[in-house]
């Protein structure tokens, strides 16, 4: 036994995993419902206000019962105009700044970096409120957001009358919709206005039922437009409102048309654009736009669903007190509900046409928002869309990939202003509507990195997907990212080794010694890795740039290593500088162990130590969003536990509003999506060209399921469960051919996958939805090639070769032989084990029928792997059938490496004469190869041995022909780098696995 963690399955019958499904965990209780809930309205507080959204545009539901207030946004309502703002002149100074950080005079080098920046940022606004007077005075009331319809309700009781209200955005009609209702006929009566914080503005009645506002913030225009309709009663125009009286029920239907067109473009017609929306969608009845906003909403929120256990007992309790009260429940569908939330946040805030969610999202109130409500590159809008691919909401990044692509005419004369360079462009640490790439804010806005993280993203989709025409059109983007670090870096002179290195630029937000200002900061250097390294695969698989590869490829080898610190910390800086004492909210240098792949624990072991140092030195307690991000970074380091006391500490009222909004504090909402990306990767992670499943599951959620999370490589998790920490099902489909690698606890899986293929496991990887050949007698069968099993655990013994362990009472594996007469016959069964009491293994038919039972004896055996031989004689029909071997005795019990099963050789003939039917591998010890195996495989069957690094990269693969033993070698002509490899050898439905070293 070679693992310290115990195996459990879930009994599950090759019947029941032979149709993709979603497997609920042994003791989960029934799915909870998906609705925040609330006994008061929301006042007049904004964090307790419930968020509606269609990716165009924005409402926040107060839900007063006498004064209803739905805060507008609208995504391109910004204040200031088309314009750059880069400093003429910037690129002169670049050398007398580089001089100054070579030379170590950080406060020259401040004070001229600063002078690069300028406050010309803009600001995300407000569009104003809809307001709906009734005067009713309520009692028995309630408030709710149901996240599985996207619709807010508010209910109450006036005058022995239920009053309902329900609100939804469409994003097919892109409106708002309001519908009140009441239990009487003829009782709903209110009037409805337009309210704005914006001082040039109109309010006119159109008609009886129409009301319009337009409304006018720098160089945007914008007309916000509402039609009534109403079952009975009347309807009639007010002054600058629309009063409705004696109806059964009334629609409000409400859009914002903007003059915006592009960054650079502000000629659209608002009024025209607003008016044809709603006209549209006015021709609807209130169903038929309700039907098309669920079949669209839907569409994308059901694709995944999360079970993490029974849910407490608070689990109805108003969701004010269930932010209050996790810490004490740890209430499994709280999390539930929390990651569900983030998901609809999502699905609200960026869809297609629109622009990206911002710091906010698509939510704000104020003319002067926090940072402007804007995009901050240096984590914020990154952080916003780490979930999209791996949530399944890939659609919902096509507004982030579209203003990426947007960025590089702003961002290209922002590298020649700033950074003297005609090639490549460059965002800096703050953009806005209107593409500004410049510094802003000081010393510390002249960070280069910008346009190279978000070009990751672009990259990232292409993983997911494969789809080669998106990484066309997306490759311009990501060469340019890449060549104005080409053309921009320098080599420093401090180190000895000139390694290329940013100057200047500066560790975001953090500061050294009192500076900001420094050379070569660890994360821009990850980060230029990356855009490097992504460039360099994109135009190999497109098949174009072959000389500027070249010089990626080179670059890339100047790039300084990351650096191990004095305190055991991963460096900050080029310099050794970091303080062991620092909380700073920022772990910029970290970029490199998530969202990148460049330190893994299993890759680059020292350096995911160091960064599990700097995360200890920082600490657990942080802004929201960083707190998000530290989720992330624990799950990276494969600590579920660590992960888990982050969410813990996010769910609490310092760190999560009322209406769930993640507090920095003030609100931000990459805290909710930064949470949902942290939550997946603790569940499935697949970077590195390997899907590892369950590598960070916290204690705390030790049985439940999940479906529908995306990995790299075109897959989807169409079902994964676990029951007692452990894994038991495992069901992926895939959209692409491909080579598919899995790692759990150890154990390695590989297959190819094919376009549409479905692919299921059970708890050690093995493929369990393939046909199984029976196994014909007399033959030697690996105890690890089982058709189906509960409980055992594939591992590998002292010479790397697998057995089945980890044995308990009432464990079992299944066996498909085929007798070729009916007879009697010797079953031999190689064990060992290391408990001093007996054990059995009780053989039944498939009707439960005793067949035969061998003991254990621990006199024979004085060790896991000190093996030996026991026998029994068992009676079998002719033909077919399965055999199961029960497991019976007091804690561990054996480990088990074959079985054999022999008959009389005068009735069924000589074992020579019979087809062998196994696959056995085993390592060369002596040979001019790095790894050298033998391998024999049923004659006539062909077989593929993949040999994997630690990564899951494959290093080299071989295919044969089986029939006698042959040998496959690897590093014969060109030796392989020394280190750890996994060997997969695929026979039919066998495979076995080995792990090896090379030296």
Same mark, same amino acid.
């Given at each position: 036994?070679?693992?310290?963690?115990?195996?459990f399955?879930?009994?599950?019958?090759?019947?029941?995993?032979?149709?993709?499904?979603?497997?609920?965990?042994?003791?989960?209780?029934?799915?909870?419902?998906?609705?925040?809930?609330?006994?008061?309205?929301?006042?007049?507080?904004?964090?307790?206000?419930l968020?509606?959204?269609?990716?165009?545009?924005?409402?926040?539901? =107060?839900?007063?019962?006498?004064?209803?207030?739905?805060?507008?946004n609208?995504? $391109?309502?910004w204040?200031?105009?088309?314009?750059?703002?880069?400093?003429?002149?910037?690129?002169?100074?670049?050398?007398?700044?580089?001089?100054?950080?070579?030379?170590?005079?950080?406060?020259?080098?401040?004070?001229?970096?600063?002078?690069?920046?300028?406050?010309?940022?803009?600001?995300? /606004?407000?569009?104003?409120?809809?307001?709906?007077? $009734?005067?009713?005075?309520?009692?028995?009331?309630?408030?709710?957001?149901?996240?599985?319809?996207a619709t807010?309700?508010?209910? =109450?009781?006036?005058?022995?009358?239920?009053?309902?209200?329900?609100?939804?955005?469409?994003?097919?009609?892109?409106?708002? #919709?309001?519908?009140?209702?009441?239990?009487?006929?003829?009782?709903?009566?209110?009037?409805?206005?337009?309210?704005?914080?914006?001082?040039?503005n109109?309010v006119?009645?159109?008609?009886?039922?129409?009301? $319009?506002?337009?409304?006018?913030?720098?160089?945007?225009?914008?007309?916000?437009?509402?039609?009534?309709?109403?079952?009975?009663? $009347?309807?009639?125009?007010?002054?600058?409102?629309?009063?409705?009286?004696?109806?059964?029920?009334?629609?409000?239907?409400?859009n914002?048309?903007t003059?915006?067109?592009?960054?650079?473009?502000?000629?659209?017609?608002?009024?025209?654009?607003a008016?044809?929306?709603?006209?549209?969608?006015?021709?609807?009845?209130?169903?038929?736009?309700?039907?098309?906003?669920?079949?669209?909403?839907?569409?994308?929120?059901?694709?995944?669903?999360?079970?993490?256990?029974?849910?407490?007992?608070?689990?109805?309790?108003?969701?004010?007190?269930?932010?209050?009260?996790?810490?004490?429940?740890?209430?499994?569908?709280?999390?539930?509900?929390y990651?569900?939330?983030?998901?609809?946040?999502?699905?609200?805030?960026?869809?297609?046409?629109?622009?990206?969610?911002?710091?906010?999202g698509?939510?704000?109130?104020?003319?002067?928002?926090?940072?402007?409500?804007?995009?901050?590159?240096?984590?914020?809008l990154?952080? +916003?869309?780490?979930?999209?691919?791996?949530?399944?909401?890939?659609?919902?990044?096509?507004?982030?990939?579209?203003?990426?692509?947007?960025?590089?005419?702003?961002?290209?004369?922002?590298?020649?202003?700033?950074?003297?360079?005609?090639?490549?462009?460059?965002?800096?640490?703050?953009?806005?509507?209107?593409?500004?790439?410049?510094?802003?804010?000081?010393?510390?806005?002249?960070?280069?990195?910008?346009?190279?993280?978000?070009?990751?993203?672009?990259?990232?989709?292409?993983?997911?997907?494969?789809?080669k025409?998106?990484?066309?059109?997306?490759?311009?983007?990501?060469?340019?990212?890449?060549?104005?670090?080409?053309?921009?870096?320098?080599?420093?002179?401090?180190?000895?080794?000139?390694?290329?290195?940013?100057?200047?630029?500066?560790?975001?937000?953090?500061?050294?010694?009192?500076?900001? #200002?420094?050379?070569?900061?660890?994360?821009?250097?990850?980060?230029?890795r990356?855009?490097?390294?992504?460039?360099i695969?994109a135009?190999?698989?497109?098949?174009?740039?072959?000389?500027?590869?070249?010089?990626?490829?080179?670059?890339?080898?100047?790039?300084?290593?990351?650096?191990?610190?004095?305190?055991?910390?991963?460096?900050?800086?080029?310099?050794?500088?970091?303080?062991?004492?620092?909380?700073?909210?920022?772990?910029?240098?970290?970029?490199?162990?998530?969202?990148?792949?460049?330190?893994?624990?299993?890759?680059?072991?020292?350096e995911?130590?160091?960064?599990?140092?700097?995360?200890?030195?920082?600490?657990?307690?942080?802004?929201?969003?960083?707190?998000?991000?530290?989720? +992330?970074?624990?799950?990276?380091?494969?600590?579920?536990?660590?992960?888990?006391?982050?969410?813990r500490?996010?769910?609490?009222?310092?760190?999560?509003?009322?209406?769930?909004?993640?507090?920095?504090?003030?609100?931000?909402?990459?805290?909710?999506?930064?949470?949902?990306?942290?939550?997946?990767?603790?569940?499935? /992670?697949?970077?590195?060209?390997?899907?590892?499943?369950?590598?960070?599951?916290?204690?705390?959620?030790?049985?439940?399921?999940?479906?529908?999370?995306?990995a790299?490589?075109?897959?989807? #998790?169409?079902s994964?469960?676990?029951?007692?920490?452990?894994?038991? =099902?495992?069901?992926?489909?895939?959209?692409?051919?491909?080579?598919?690698?899995?790692?759990? +606890?150890?154990?390695?899986?590989?297959?190819?996958?094919?376009?549409?293929?479905k692919?299921?496991?059970?708890?050690?990887?093995?493929?369990?939805?393939?046909?199984?050949?029976?196994?014909?007698?007399?033959?030697?069968?690996?105890?690890?090639?089982?058709?189906?099993?509960?409980?055992?655990?594939?591992?590998?013994?002292e010479?790397?070769?697998?057995?089945?362990?980890w044995?308990?009472?009432?464990?079992?594996?299944?066996?498909?032989?085929?007798?070729?007469?009916?007879?009697?016959?010797t079953?031999?069964?190689?064990?060992?084990?290391?408990?001093?009491?007996?054990?059995?293994?009780?053989?039944?038919?498939?009707?439960?029928?005793?067949?035969?039972?061998?003991?254990?004896d621990?006199?024979k055996?004085?060790?896991?792997?000190?093996?030996?031989?026991?026998?029994?004689?068992?009676?079998l029909?002719?033909?077919?059938?399965?055999?199961?071997?029960?497991?019976?005795?007091?804690?561990?019990?054996?480990?088990?490496?074959?079985?054999?099963?022999?008959?009389?050789?005068?009735?069924?003939?000589?074992?020579?004469?019979?087809?062998?039917?196994?696959?056995?591998?085993?390592?060369?010890?002596?040979?001019?190869?790095?790894?050298?195996?033998?391998?024999?495989?049923?004659?006539?069957?062909?077989?593929?041995?993949?040999?994997?690094?630690?990564?899951?990269?494959? #290093?080299?693969?071989?295919?044969?022909?089986?029939?006698?033993?042959?040998?496959?070698?690897?590093?014969?002509?060109?030796?392989?780098?020394?280190?750890?490899?996994?060997?997969?050898?695929?026979?039919g439905?066998? /495979?076995?696995?080995?792990?090896?070293?090379?030296?």
């Amino acid at each position: 036994m070679f693992s310290k963690n115990l195996l459990f399955g879930l009994g599950l019958s090759l019947a029941a995993l032979s149709s993709p499904m979603f497997v609920a965990s042994a003791n989960a209780a029934p799915e909870t419902s998906h609705v925040l809930w609330y006994n008061r309205d929301a006042g007049d507080v904004f964090t307790d206000a419930l968020p509606i959204g269609n990716g165009y545009m924005g409402g926040m539901v =107060y839900g007063g019962a006498g004064k209803d207030i739905i805060g507008l946004n609208e995504g $391109t309502v910004w204040n200031s105009g088309p314009g750059s703002n880069n400093k003429s002149g910037s690129a002169s100074k670049l050398g007398q700044i580089r001089n100054a950080l070579f030379s170590g005079d950080y406060k020259t080098a401040e004070d001229v970096t600063g002078s690069f920046a300028t406050y010309d940022i803009a600001a995300f /606004q407000p569009v104003g409120d809809l307001v709906i007077n $009734t005067g009713h005075t309520a009692s028995d009331y309630r408030r709710e957001l149901d996240l599985e319809t996207a619709t807010a309700k508010t209910t =109450y009781t006036a005058g022995g009358v239920k009053y309902t209200r329900e609100y939804f955005a469409s994003y097919p009609d892109n409106v708002i #919709v309001v519908r009140l209702t009441a239990s009487e006929k003829g009782r709903v009566g209110f009037s409805a206005g337009l309210t704005t914080p914006h001082k040039n503005n109109s309010v006119k009645n159109v008609g009886s039922n129409t009301l $319009t506002m337009d409304a006018t913030v720098n160089s945007i225009k914008f007309q916000t437009r509402f039609v009534v309709q109403t079952d009975g009663g $009347t309807v009639s125009a007010g002054n600058g409102t629309v009063n409705v009286s004696g109806a059964n029920s009334a629609t409000i239907i409400l859009n914002t048309g903007t003059n915006f067109v592009s960054f650079d473009n502000v000629t659209a017609d608002p009024a025209a654009r607003a008016e044809a929306t709603i006209k549209a969608a006015s021709a609807k009845t209130y169903d038929q736009l309700r039907s098309a906003h669920l079949k669209d909403y839907q569409e994308l929120y059901n694709r995944v669903r999360l079970n993490l256990g029974a849910a407490a007992s608070n689990a109805g309790d108003i969701t004010t007190s269930r932010v209050k009260a996790f810490n004490t429940t740890d209430d499994p569908s709280f999390v539930e509900l929390y990651y569900q939330f983030g998901r609809y946040l999502m699905i609200s805030s960026s869809r297609k046409g629109g622009q990206p969610a911002n710091l906010q999202g698509i939510w704000n109130k104020d003319t002067s928002p926090m940072w402007g409500s804007k995009y901050t590159t240096n984590i914020n809008l990154e952080m +916003n869309y780490w979930m999209v691919e791996s949530a399944n909401l890939q659609e919902c990044g096509i507004p982030l990939f579209d203003k990426i692509k947007a960025l590089v005419t702003q961002g290209s004369k922002s590298a020649k202003e700033i950074w003297g360079t005609d090639r490549g462009w460059v965002v800096h640490h703050n953009t806005d509507l209107w593409n500004r790439t410049g510094p802003v804010d000081g010393s510390w806005g002249v960070w280069p990195s910008g346009a190279g993280w978000l070009s990751t993203h672009l990259w990232e989709h292409y993983l997911y997907t494969g789809d080669k025409q998106f990484l066309k059109d997306a490759y311009e983007t990501m060469k340019g990212a890449a060549e104005f670090y080409l053309t921009t870096m320098v080599e420093e002179p401090k180190s000895g080794h000139k390694y290329l290195v940013t100057a200047p630029s500066d560790s975001p937000e953090n500061t050294h010694g009192g500076y900001n #200002v420094c050379f070569g900061p660890t994360m821009d250097i990850q980060i230029a890795r990356d855009a490097f390294n992504n460039a360099i695969e994109a135009s190999k698989i497109l098949g174009v740039d072959a000389d500027l590869r070249a010089d990626f490829e080179a670059a890339v080898k100047k790039l300084p290593p990351n650096q191990i610190g004095k305190y055991g910390q991963l460096m900050e800086w080029f310099e050794d500088w970091d303080d062991p004492k620092s909380d700073h909210r920022h772990v910029s240098h970290l970029y490199g162990l998530f969202p990148s792949a460049q330190i893994s624990v299993d890759g680059t072991k020292e350096e995911a130590e160091a960064a599990k140092t700097t995360l200890t030195q920082r600490g657990d307690n942080a802004t929201g969003w960083s707190l998000a991000w530290k989720i +992330n970074l624990w799950a990276r380091l494969q600590d579920g536990d660590h992960a888990y006391k982050l969410v813990r500490n996010l769910l609490t009222p310092d760190r999560t509003y009322n209406n769930l909004f993640d507090a920095h504090p003030p609100f931000q909402i990459d805290g909710n999506f930064g949470a949902v990306s942290g939550i997946n990767e603790m569940f499935i /992670q697949s970077q590195g060209g390997k899907i590892r499943v369950l590598p960070a599951l916290p204690s705390k959620w030790s049985s439940g399921s999940i479906a529908g999370l995306k990995a790299r490589g075109g897959i989807t #998790v169409d079902s994964l469960a676990w029951n007692n920490g452990k894994l038991t =099902y495992l069901g992926l489909s895939s959209t692409n051919k491909d080579n598919l690698t899995i790692e759990y +606890n150890g154990n390695i899986a590989s297959t190819t996958t094919m376009a549409g293929g479905k692919y299921e496991f059970d708890g050690n990887l093995k493929l369990t939805n393939e046909p199984f050949e029976a196994v014909a007698i007399p033959a030697t069968i690996e105890a690890e090639d089982y058709v189906a099993m509960d409980g055992v655990v594939i591992e590998p013994d002292e010479s790397g070769e697998p057995n089945i362990g980890w044995i308990e009472d009432g464990d079992w594996s299944e066996y498909f032989v085929k007798a070729p007469v009916a007879g009697t016959y010797t079953l031999k069964v190689r064990v060992a084990s290391g408990s001093e009491d007996e054990s059995t293994i009780t053989v039944t038919d498939e009707a439960g029928k005793k067949l035969g039972v061998i003991t254990v004896d621990p006199a024979k055996t004085s060790g896991w792997n000190d093996w030996y031989e026991e026998s029994t004689s068992i009676e079998l029909p002719a033909g077919e059938q399965t055999l199961r071997f029960t497991y019976n005795g007091e804690g561990f019990l054996m480990n088990v490496d074959k079985f054999s099963l022999e008959g009389d050789p005068t009735a069924i003939g000589t074992v020579a004469s019979q087809r062998f039917n196994s696959l056995e591998v085993s390592r060369v010890p002596m040979s001019n190869a790095s790894i050298a195996l033998m391998v024999k495989a049923p004659a006539g069957e062909s077989y593929t041995v993949r040999l994997l690094d630690v990564d899951g990269r494959q #290093v080299g693969i071989s295919r044969g022909i089986g029939g006698s033993s042959n040998l496959v070698e690897f590093g014969v002509s060109e030796a392989l780098a020394q280190g750890n490899y996994v060997a997969i050898v695929r026979c039919g439905s066998r /495979q076995k696995v080995l792990r090896l070293s090379a030296f």
